[in-house]
C-alpha cells in the first residue's frame, strides 16, 4: 500500500508513521519516505509530497505498471518527461498538482483510477471517449443479501435497519433454496413464513423496501430447488451453483435459463479469490442466451468473490446483458462491500445504465414484475 501525504509546512511525518503500533519491522525511515512491513506482512509506504506533485504522484502510484509505461511513451514523444514529481518540459514543471493536469498535457481525458490498465483506456482518453462510469451515489440498495431464514446471522429488519442508515431505497432478501442443506435452506413452508414476514415489514412504511428474494440452486440437471409455481411468487429470483466446480456447466445454466422466472445469475464463475478457480462454461453461449431471455448478470460484491471478473463484464455487456450488484452479505455489517462491487463495475466499463441497482424502488419493482 502507498499511502501519499502532503502538508503545508515541514513535517515529522515519515517518523511519526513509524509509531503505527501493529509495524512488524520498519525497512527504510527517511525524511520524505517511510517503509513498513505491518504484523499481517503487508508492506507500507509513506511518501511525503510537496502540494505542487500530489497529482503527478496520485497518478503515477495508481494502475498499472503498464499504462504508465505507455503514458511515459507518449510524453516522450512529445518531448516530455513524466515522474511522480510532475510533467516537465526540459527542466521546468508544467502539470502536476492535480491529476486532471497530467492527463491534459498529454491531449487526454483524466482515465478513472479503475480502468489504468492499457487495455485500451488511453486509446478511448486520447479521442474523448472514457464513459462516464457508474458511481457509487447512483446504487440505491443491495440486491443479494442473506438473512437468519439460512445460513445468515441477521435478522430481516436488522439487514433492513442497515440499509436504512445507508439510506438505500430497497434491499432484496435473497436466502438459499432448499437442496442447500449445509446453507441451511429454506422449505417451502419457510420459504412462505419468510414472505409473510417481508410483507409485515414492509407495512410499517419506515424501512427501505424489502425485496422478497431467493437464491435458487441450479441442480446438476438444469432444473431449479424450487418448482414453478413457487417460483413465480418470489419477487426476484437469482439463481446460482455451488456443486459440480470441476464439470463443464454451460448446458446446465443454459437450460436453467429456459426457466421463465429466472431474473439474474449469482456470483457467475463460482471462483473464490485465492482458494478455488472457476468452474468451465461457454461464456459466450451463456451470455448470448442471457441477452436473448433479459437475464441480468450478478457482480458478487463479497471480497472473496468479487465476481464477475472485469474482463467478463466486458463480454456481457457486448451482448447487451444487465448487471445487478449484490454483496451476498451474511451479516448486516457486510453490506459495505456494495462499494466493492461498485468498483468492479467501474473496472468492467459499465455505466449508470448498465446496473439495475441504479433504478428507483418504482422502476425496479416495475421492471421485477415484468420481467415476472
Known sequence: ???????????????????????????????????????????????????????????????????????????????????????????????????????????????????????????????????????????????????????????????????????????????????????????????????????KLNKRGDLPYIIFGAEVDILPDGTLDYPDDILKIIDYVVVSIHTGFKKDNTERILKAFDNPYVHALSHPTGRLIGSREPYYVDWDKVFKKAGEKGIWMEINAYYERLDLHPNLIKKAKEYGIKFVIGTDAHHFNQMWMLELGTGTARRGYLRKEDVINTLSKENLLDLLKRKS
Open 1 to 199: 500500500v502507498d499511502i501519499l501525504v502532503t502538508t503545508k509546512k515541514e513535517s515529522n511525518i515519515t517518523d511519526y508513521s513509524t509509531q503505527f503500533p501493529r509495524i512488524e519491522r520498519v525497512l527504510v525511515c527517511g525524511p520524505t519516505k517511510s517503509s513498513f512491513i505491518l504484523k499481517n506482512g503487508l508492506q507500507v509506504d509513506v511518501r511525503l509530497i510537496p502540494s505542487k506533485s500530489m497529482g503527478a504522484a496520485m497518478q503515477y502510484f495508481t494502475g498499472s505498471k503498464a499504462h504508465n509505461i505507455h503514458l511515459r511513451r507518449i510524453a516522450r514523444d512529445m518531448g516530455l518527461k513524466i515522474s511522480e514529481y510532475g510533467v516537465f518540459k526540459d527542466d521546468k514543471m508544467i502539470a502536476g498538482k492535480n491529476e486532471e493536469e497530467v492527463y491534459e498535457v498529454l491531449g487526454m481525458q483524466w482515465i478513472p483510477p479503475e480502468i489504468r490498465e492499457d487495455e485500451g483506456e488511453i486509446e478511448l482518453a486520447l479521442k474523448g471517449n472514457i464513459p462516464e462510469l457508474v458511481d457509487f451515489s447512483d446504487i440505491k440498495g443491495d440486491l443479494h443479501v442473506h438473512s437468519t431464514y439460512s445460513d445468515g446471522q441477521s435478522t430481516i429488519e436488522e439487514l433492513a435497519l442497515e440499509a436504512k442508515r445507508r439510506g438505500f431505497e430497497y434491499l432484496a432478501i435473497c436466502d438459499h433454496s432448499q437442496s442447500a442443506k449445509y446453507a441451511k435452506g429454506l422449505s417451502i413452508e419457510k420459504l412462505m413464513k419468510k414472505k409473510e414476514e417481508i410483507e
